[in-house]
């Protein structure tokens, strides 16, 4: 716009200043805090020096080209990892402030605690009931009044209550996929985790089936702390609140997913998300 | 480290295409401002006219870099740096399709003056004309080199235009009082360094854009 006024040298470098100040709100308390974590598969050293400090009530991304390691990430935290022979690690994972390799630490109940889902929808072969309610059984809950409406409430809850609830009783390998991922979010939901794990949960589904799963994510996060590892972009730049990039067992760049998709600050980001490699 | 396969290459082939058209465009902008400022200085009513025909031009070339915009992010779905060319790229053409524009109001002016004598030979306003005229090619060069250094001068240019401008305006005002006969050619000169002004104006929106394409970071340098 015209100026009439003759402007001063500290406006216009005030005008200039804001190119150096980020401004960023509060961060949410952190549920996963990894420290210089190690991984090694035999002599592969799969991950190397992981920080990265996760917030409650945000979807974090993991993204990254195959074999850097996002995969193997995720699947410490829960510390299914350690189902693969010759798997050694060091550093620490804190999960809700007390180290989850410490040796008196109970497996079991951190996967009580810590929900995952799959790349490809895993249903049991049974009812879409018993599918649910498996779980919370095994939790020792027998009262039918009660696994009804732990059932009633998963299903909601994974946004598919209404397409099953006529046919509780089906097999669930009658459903489709996209339904039957639901289903096992649902699974995951009715032992009341505090975090979901989520490894490509929808590269095996159809557009539409990955919008309700993406929508789903984004409503599961008011009450979750949700881990999501995609191989898909604009999926990452859609629904999360964090990501981080993976190479090379490393992480390149952790930070909020707009600035990662918009202006990254590491050339790597760059090129990998604008697809010049991987 | 980078391995840049075929649907990489044509993609990036593309964005150095749209950044031909767009500095066609701003070549040709500059190209008819100094042609509206020519048929002011020497009351060429037939240039005035050809200013006005080859406006089509950019225009054509406003609507190529829409639709090449269009086209690049359905099929690209383009992200970071390449997501802010695309989208710098598409901004830039409006301004200098805006820039296009006013050039033509000028070459109307002129005609609106015709051939009566201008009551004094004209300076100032070349004057400025020439120093937009440098901001565009500034700003050419800034977009094509990515140099956010030239960027942050055209700003403090502008302010020099502004400048121009009130006293080019209180001038005006004051022949108006001693020409009563002359008002109208005076009110079409006073239009006339309005076009100039806002011209410098798109010109500093262009630098902004370089900015945010280079940098990521929006400011605003025409306040």
Redesign the interface.
């Known amino acids: 716009m015209v100026q009439l006024m003759n402007r001063t040298e500290n406006e216009t470098q005030a005008a200039v200043s804001p190119l150096e100040a980020p401004v960023r709100e509060a961060a949410k308390p952190v549920v996963y805090d990894t420290k210089q974590l190690n991984l090694w598969y035999g002599s592969h050293h799969a991950l190397k020096n992981i920080d990265l400090p996760i917030r409650e009530n945000e979807v974090t991304a993991i993204i990254g080209p195959s074999g850097c390691g996002k995969s193997t990430y995720i699947k410490t935290l829960n510390r299914m990892v350690e189902l693969v022979d010759g798997v050694r690690t060091s550093g620490e994972i804190l999960y809700r402030g007390r180290n989850i390799f410490e040796a008196k630490y109970s497996v079991e109940e951190l996967r009580t605690r810590v929900g995952m889902v799959f790349q490809k929808p895993n249903p049991f072969p049974k009812s879409i009931y018993d599918n649910i309610a498996y779980g919370p059984r095994i939790h020792g809950i027998k009262n039918k009044k009660v696994l009804d409406e732990i059932v009633e409430q998963s299903l909601r809850g994974a946004a598919i209550w209404d397409e099953v609830k006529d046919r509780l009783n089906t097999n669930a390998y009658s459903l489709s996929g996209g339904q039957q991922q639901r289903i096992c979010i649902a699974r995951a939901l009715a032992i009341e985790p505090d975090v979901i794990l989520m490894d490509e949960p929808t590269s095996a589904l159809d557009p539409i089936s990955t919008l309700k799963v993406e929508e789903l994510v984004q409503e599961l996060k008011e009450n979750y702390s949700i881990i999501i590892v995609t191989h898909n972009m604009q999926q990452a730049a859609r629904i999360s609140d964090k990501t981080a990039f993976f190479l090379n067992g490393e992480v390149i760049e952790f930070d909020d997913t707009d600035k990662i998709f918009q202006n990254p600050a590491d050339q790597r980001t760059e090129d990998y998300i604008s697809g010049r490699f991987g | ?4 396969g075929n ?2 290459k044509t ?1 990036e082939s593309e964005l150095e295409e749209l950044k031909g058209t767009l500095l066609r465009m701003v070549d040709l902008a500059e190209r008819q401002l100094g042609d509206s400022m020519s048929a002011l200085q020497t009351q060429n009513l037939t240039l005035a006219n050809a200013v006005k025909q080859n406006d089509a031009e950019i225009n054509a070339l406003d609507d190529e870099i829409n639709q090449k915009v269009i086209q690049l992010i359905t099929q690209q ?8 060319k695309i989208i710098v790229a598409l901004k830039i053409s409006t301004d200098m399709e805006r820039i296009g524009d006013l050039a033509v109001n000028i070459a109307k002016s002129t005609l609106h003056i015709g051939d009566e004598p201008l009551i004094k030979p004209i300076v100032d306003i070349p004057k400025m004309a020439d120093a937009v005229r440098v901001m565009l090619r500034k700003a050419f060069d800034a977009y094509d080199l990515e140099d956010i250094d030239l960027a ?1 001068e055209l ?2 240019e502008d ?1 020099a235009i ?2 121009a ?2 006293r080019l305006i209180r001038e005006l005002m004051g022949y108006m009082h001693r020409n009563p006969d002359h008002v109208n050619q005076i009110t079409q000169l006073a239009f006339i360094c309005r076009h100039l ?1 806002r011209v410098g ?1 798109h010109v500093t929106n262009m630098a902004e854009n370089i ?1 945010f394409m280079v ?9």
Do not use: C
Request: hydrophobic share 35%.
């Open positions: 480290m980078r391995k840049v649907v990489r993609f779905q383009p992200v970071a740096t390449d997501l802010r942050f700003a403090k302010d502004d400048e401008y009130g002004e104006d900015i940098k990521g970071k929006t400011l605003n340098l025409n306040e």
